[in-house]
């Protein structure tokens, strides 16, 4: 079946360091999603894309949906330590199927 | 009460019990739908339900068994659990179904001993 593979699978950085994040695929998505969990808690939405190219920025977050539709990146600037949790991407498969990643896991030291 | 409550919050429980996950909803939406934690492996999406209509069963094992009374409340009665039934067990809910934008409650972390 369809499969979502994040990358890094976890990432230790000092706190203001810049963060970058990518999931990639081998079919075509129609939107792609990228969500945060924080410990002890579901999934919250950061970003939704929904066409190949876009960019989108939500505070110190930047995500793009990827030229081929079978990628997408999530970039987070000026680390801060409440950004610790775990990041989910997921893709819109055939417009009726929601895929999830298996996340990276982030730790930012003070 | 806002967003989608989860109750218990944890949850230990024998092979042979039977016990049941409650998942309430405060945000008028059509959609239910139960999601699998495991470490390390994606979101497992088990159960989905609109307007309290089952309309996706991925292959669950009948030991789980979902219910739906309205549209507001869903529950997973659990029977004769395994050890590797172990997980967070994820509510959410969205204003249809299969809609992306779904709102997660905080999960059950399940121990089965």
């Known amino acids: 079946g369809q499969q979502l593979n994040q990358s890094p699978q976890s990432m230790f950085i000092q706190e203001g360091e810049d963060v970058s994040m990518n999931c990639t695929s081998s079919?075509?998505?129609?939107?792609w999603l990228w969500y945060k969990q924080d410990p002890g808690e579901g999934p919250v939405l950061l970003i939704a894309l929904y066409k190949a190219g876009e960019l989108t920025s939500n505070g110190r977050l930047t995500a793009q949906f990827g030229i081929t539709r079978k990628d997408s990146f999530l970039n987070i600037s000026a680390s801060i330590p409440s950004d610790v949790g775990i990041y989910f991407c997921a893709g819109l498969y055939n417009t009726d199927k929601l895929i999830f990643g298996t996340g990276t896991r982030l730790q930012v030291f003070p | 009460e806002t967003g989608v409550t989860q109750t218990p919050r944890h949850l230990v429980m024998g092979m042979t019990n039977k016990k049941s996950l409650k998942c309430e909803q405060h945000l008028g939406h059509n959609a239910m739908y139960w999601y699998k934690q495991s470490a390390k492996k994606p979101l497992e999406l088990m159960f989905v339900y609109s307007l309290e209509e089952r309309v996706e069963n991925n292959s669950v094992p009948s030991r789980f068994s979902p219910e739906c009374p309205n549209s507001s409340h869903l529950f997973l009665h659990l029977h004769t659990l395994q050890p590797e039934d172990s997980a967070l067990y994820l509510c959410?809910?969205?204003?249809?179904?299969?809609?992306?934008?779904?709102?997660f409650g905080p999960g059950t972390r399940l121990t089965v001993t």
């Open positions: 959410a809910s969205s204003r249809r179904v299969n809609s992306y934008e779904q709102y």
């Open positions: 079919s075509i998505f129609n939107t």
